[in-house]
């Protein structure tokens, strides 16, 4: 049994970004009393923190740096390359174009490539789909943290190497802190002041958001040392947080965030084992947005009661992320698991 609560947490925060974009996207009214309850953006950097954690710990777990990057393949690839091909593919359906005009324009393999290479800014939309006045055109608005994702993994080899290196190794998470804190606020400020939004796309890059993952990663390092004051943590965390957030700053809110998401995820025994029947958290996060907008684009909302919709809507994406899960995702990280023994067994 896991001595932790990460499986509920990232449940729980894929779940707030579920009910946010429905919120969002439907555009309902009588939703809107509930999104100051539901921040997407709140969920995303908490599982940035998440992440921080739990790769570090998956590297130092790992035979040799090849095993991790296999094991970080087997987890994000699957699933995130069965989104988009089903999107591809189910949404053409909804098209304004014929199936053969959808399957034959350059869009749609410009949309797939893009996608794949963790581009998706390059082509976030499919040809003819979700055309609607009022409703953005892109399909999957969610993935966008996946490429800041992929970049961490891709650096924490390098990372970890040097702060393995450093005896005093709060302060290279101290300056990475402060570095990527500066980035972020700069780069917001630059965007306001010029109202270029290129600068605010820049700004929620990976430097943009190392202040979260490193938290993760320090913790993980200090795991003790939180354990011991672990009350202490999260009530001062608390109280920056919701000051921060009165305020509207985001300059000690990567750090007082990770404080209260790791006081839950070391508290509350009974939710130790709340995946043992599945970890439904990452398919929740890639399948929901393009359900919503079918949903939205077909009128539902509007042609029948908005909650009973949002509920159908929650039960299919649920259904879906259940299916990725048991079908794709699981075989794939049992394969990555048995690469991983044999190579401890055969050295």
Known sequence: MRQNNFNFLRFYFAFVVVIGHIIV?????DFQFLAPYFSTYTSVTAFFCISGFLITQ?????????SYFRKRAARLLPAYVLVIVLSAIFLSL????????Y???????????????????????????FLQKGLSPDVNGALWTLKVEVCFYLIVPALLLLAERIKRKYLLFIGLYL???????????????????????????????????????ALFYYQSTFQKYKIRFLISGLVVYLLERNLELEILTPL??????????FSIKQLNSFGKYGDISYGLYLFHCPIIKAATYLGYFQKYNPFFVALIVILVV?????ASWHWVEKGFLKRAHSSRLKTIINT
């Open 25 to 29: 996207i439907s555009e309902v009214k």
């Open 58 to 66: 998956s590297y130092f777990n790992s035979a040799s740096i090849r």
């Open 94 to 101: 909804l098209s304004q174009y014929s199936i053969s005009e």
């Open 103 to 129: 399957f034959k324009n350059p869009q749609l393999l410009k949309y797939v490539l893009a996608n794949l290479s963790f581009l998706n800014f390059i082509e976030p939309n499919l040809p003819g789909v």
């Open 179 to 217: 570095l990527s804190i500066i980035y972020k606020n700069s780069l917001e400020y630059i965007s306001q002041v010029n109202q270029n939004n290129t600068y605010a796309m820049l700004a929620h890059q990976l430097p943009g958001f190392i202040s979260y993952f490193v938290c993760g990663i």
């Open 256 to 265: 007082s965030l990770s404080l209260l998401v790791f006081t839950v995820a």
């Open 318 to 322: 649920v259904g879906v992320s259940l």
